[in-house]
């Protein structure tokens, strides 16, 4: 870590910031002053980042437990104009690390889910998305099937539980599944929301992957039984 502050300018000329980051957050648990020093280099760094390198802090954030409310909102407007250039694989890794990202200060800490999904909205509100676009978050979000996922409290019925582990910190399990059922639960209403408007531009393969991606939902995301009713609960408690 003292290299990486140390270097910090020459990793950066060399394009090697934000993957040393990643390293030093695999190799140890950080302290209080290391969180602080990394929340300011990841400040630093988010706005010469490509999509795919963006699509990459979500999960920086949640390992070293970066939980600062203004890198948290760094990162979500960052990613509020990032959408339509990632890939499916990009916005899996950012769904699947939102999930587990907690921020906020102790006591009080949320998921980082639920600001993504807003941001998520608020940017397809301000300008329509491509198909391409929808047809890849429906995609991603068809992928978040917690059977795949590593962690002991894997729904074996299907659903969240897996990605929704989020262990100890005083936060409830229950409220912390909760919360990441409405965020992705209001994502998933976005892209329902910019179906209609952008189905007439699809090609025939665009729209079988959508089909296919609604049909993985309905799959694993097993609690949200209560059908058009459950989805529109979690949209009137948004509003």
């Not at 995301?221 to 459950?230: E, I, P, T, V, Y």
């Amino acid at each position: 870590l003292r290299l990486l502050v140390e270097r910090s300018a020459d990793l950066q000329r060399r394009g090697l910031q934000l993957e040393a980051l990643h390293v030093v957050s695999r190799m140890t648990r950080l302290s209080s002053r290391q969180v602080h020093r990394i929340t300011a280099q990841v400040l630093a760094l988010l706005p010469s980042l490509s999509p795919p390198e963006l699509a990459t802090v979500p999960k920086l954030c949640a390992r070293a437990g970066l939980q600062d409310e203004g890198l948290f909102a760094s990162v979500t407007e960052q990613l509020g104009s990032a959408w339509a250039f990632l890939d499916v694989r990009d916005l899996v890794s950012v769904w699947r690390s939102v999930l587990r990202w907690r921020v906020g200060p102790p006591g009080l800490q949320r998921s980082s889910a639920q600001g993504v999904s807003e941001a998520l909205m608020a940017s397809w509100s301000a300008s329509p998305p491509p198909a391409a676009a929808v047809v890849r978050q429906l995609r991603a979000l068809g992928r978040l099937d917690a059977t795949q996922l590593p962690g002991p409290k894997a729904d074996a019925h299907g659903g969240l539980g897996g990605l929704l582990d989020f262990g100890g910190g005083g936060w409830g399990e229950e409220a912390a599944s909760e919360e990441g059922r409405r965020a992705v639960t209001r994502a998933l209403s976005a892209c329902l929301a910019a179906l209609p408007p952008t189905l007439p531009s699809m090609q025939a393969l665009e729209l079988l992957l959508a089909v296919n991606a609604l049909g993985q939902v309905a799959r694993a995301w097993s609690w949200l039984g209560g059908g058009r009713s459950a989805i529109a609960s979690f949209d009137a408690e948004g509003t």
